[in-house]
């Protein structure tokens, strides 16, 4: 059901989510200590590079990862072939980088 | 149901492939007694058609496992008072395995995944040659003998939820034994066992969540012998199976 590529796909895309989840909680945290407006934050975020990598990399790499996780879950729990596992964790990797990639795309253009 | 004076409350799963129930018996109470004593009492003196296994009674040979009050076990070194409770002792055939009669199941499942693991030594010399000399410090001996000591009762097969919900994987102890294996210097099988236990029914299926060593009656470690795998398929895929 799992073999080499997508556990290292997994490892890996949950190397690079670790940090920037933390990188997601700690600015949260500290931005939102004054009461920040949307405004204010679209300000900061509308237009730059940096945030759109970092969110950019963060939706790469959850599409990746849950993908995958979910993959596993279906089939421990439902049991399905791998000729519909397949597309399915294809289908859900791809629309979470859709929806992802839309949000990123709101916040930094 | 309780223990009353000398007389354990017990309940044996009787039945076939196509179902069957929970028989109560009552056995009497001795000092030192084991479960697989009270399956004996009742198959001598009540029942002489249920079905069992066993061979060794010492622990050696690994046939007499099975459920006993919803945990594995191998039933001739449990004793009755470390199990006991307030059910009685509830007594049935293993987990994960489809049942023959009574206590007894199936064990191909759990043998052909051994099989498919890899889990048989591959000779890589013959009687000519001269004896390999082992270290018992070689890192790689090391680590297989801490794995080594396996007598096939497939209790952590039973105990392992994955084996449940995922009837490709191959299992706790098919895949210990393949780690001891890809750690025996004096094996030819390498690659194609890195292949078989990195195949979809393979180690990366496992979710680490240590039943297995948890139930395993001779204390090995399944888990971090399928760890040892996973790092091992890892490495020799990213370096293009040049890692060994
Ligand atoms: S650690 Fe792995 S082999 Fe052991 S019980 Fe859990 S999933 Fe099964
Ligand atoms: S690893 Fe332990 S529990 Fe599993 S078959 Fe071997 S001895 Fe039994
Ligand atoms: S009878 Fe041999 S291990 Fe129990």
Known sequence: MIGVRLYLAQRLSALVMAPLMIGHLAVMIYAVQNGLSAEEILSRTQGSLWWGAFYGLFVIAVSIHAAIGVRAVVYETAGLPERILNPLTWAIGVSLFVMGGRAVAGVVL | MHRRAEVLDVLVWRGDANGGGYHSYG?????????????????????????????????????????????????????????????????APLRNLPVIKDLAADMAAFFDKWTAAEGRFHPSKSRNDAMEPISPEAPNRVA?????????????????????????????????????????????????????????????????????????????????????LKRLSALSYLTGGKAR
């Not at chain 2, 009540?46 to 066993?54: I, Q, S």
């Not at chain 2, 594995?72 to 409770?85: D, E, L, M, S, Y």
Request: hydrophobic share 35%; glycine share 6%; net charge neutral.
């Open chain 2, 27 to 91: 056995v009497p109470a001795q000092e030192s007694q084991t479960v697989l004593d009270v399956v004996t009492w009742i198959q001598q003196n009540v029942e002489p058609t249920l079905a069992y296994r066993f061979a060794c009674r010492v622990g050696m040979c690994g046939s007499c496992a099975m459920m006993v009050n919803g945990e594995p076990r191998w039933t001739c070194r449990t004793h009755v008072k470390k199990v006991f409770g307030a059910k009685g002792l509830v007594i």
């Open chain 2, 144 to 228: 297989a003998n801490a794995a080594i000591e396996c007598i096939n009762c497939a209790v952590c097969y039973a105990a392992c939820d994955t084996v449940t919900a995922n009837p490709d994987y191959f299992g706790p102890a098919a895949l210990n034994r393949a780690w001891t294996l890809q750690n025996d210097v004096r094996d030819a099988g390498y690659t194609v066992r890195q292949d078989a236990v990195s195949s979809s029914g393979g180690c990366f299926n496992c979710h680490s969540h240590q039943s297995c060593m948890t139930y395993c009656p001779n204390e090995l470690n399944p888990t971090a012998s399928i760890a040892g």
